[in-house]
């Protein structure tokens, strides 16, 4: 089976699978609360520069089914696109990782962010809102659900739900994340990065591609006229051939 079929029918199976065991109408959803960031500048894609992917570790199979396709719910709207490093992989220090998107204007009013074990085990899942668009926006598992195990990787998936009900054809974005445990010698590495720019260089060093793009969201948050991180932004941004 080539590589293109494999993927069709893990997209299929993934959201079969959603609505035999899902119900996404509103009285059965729970109020969940959703991390977004706006991205500030005109031009919108990732850059790469400063990532380097981990080499201990890595599953397998780290393809994912849509993990760089231009998926939308119409014709008429625009592409939905993951922020994700190359190799599809990446590493974080956080509990409960923030998943990127680039979510142009949409009909869709809420996602279904679903964790796995290496062995296909479901792990944890949420139904977050879709409160942002025309915007880089982050996708969070909240503090009620059970954070990722340390030293383990999953394969997260995202579903964009077009209609009242996951279908077959919603856009669905796979990656992968390992947690790394918080040694006292990385917490201390960490600590001598006293700006968000030496943070960003650091977490991309070591592969720790979720903290480094949640510390570059947060910074710009704070600072939004800061030309150096506006410009490691437009050019991170500019490597995942991302724009507004």
């Not at 625009?78 to 190359?86: E, Q, Y």
Request: proline share 7%.
């Amino acid at each position: 089976m080539i590589a293109s079929e494999y993927l069709k029918l893990l997209t299929i199976g993934l959201t079969l699978e959603l609505l035999l065991s899902l119900s996404l109408t509103a009285d059965a959803q729970p109020k969940l609360k959703v991390t977004s960031a706006a991205l500030l500048q005109k031009n919108t894609t990732v850059s790469q520069q400063n990532f380097i992917p981990p080499k201990q570790g890595k599953p397998k199979q780290t393809s994912g089914a849509g993990s760089r396709s231009d998926l939308k719910c119409s014709q008429k709207e625009g592409a939905i696109r993951p922020l994700m490093p190359k190799e599809n992989y990446g590493l974080t220090l956080q509990e409960r990782p923030t998943i990127f998107i680039q979510m142009p204007k949409t009909s869709a009013r809420q996602v279904v962010l679903m964790f796995r074990d290496e062995t296909g085990q479901f792990y944890e899942r949420a139904f977050l809102p879709i409160n942002s668009h025309d915007a880089i926006v982050g996708f969070t598992l909240p503090k009620e659900k059970q954070p990722l195990a340390v030293s383990k990787s999953y394969q997260w998936s995202l579903v964009v739900v077009c209609g009242e009900t996951v279908q077959p054809d919603d856009p669905v974005f796979m990656g992968w994340v390992q947690r790394v445990p918080r040694t006292s010698k990385l917490e201390s590495e960490l600590r001598q990065k006293k700006t968000p720019i030496e943070q960003v260089a650091w977490y991309g060093k070591m592969g720790y591609w979720y903290d480094m793009l949640s510390t570059i969201v947060q910074a710009k948050q704070l600072n939004p006229d800061d030309a150096k991180l506006i410009a490691i932004w437009r050019d991170l941004l500019e490597s995942e051939g991302i724009s507004n």
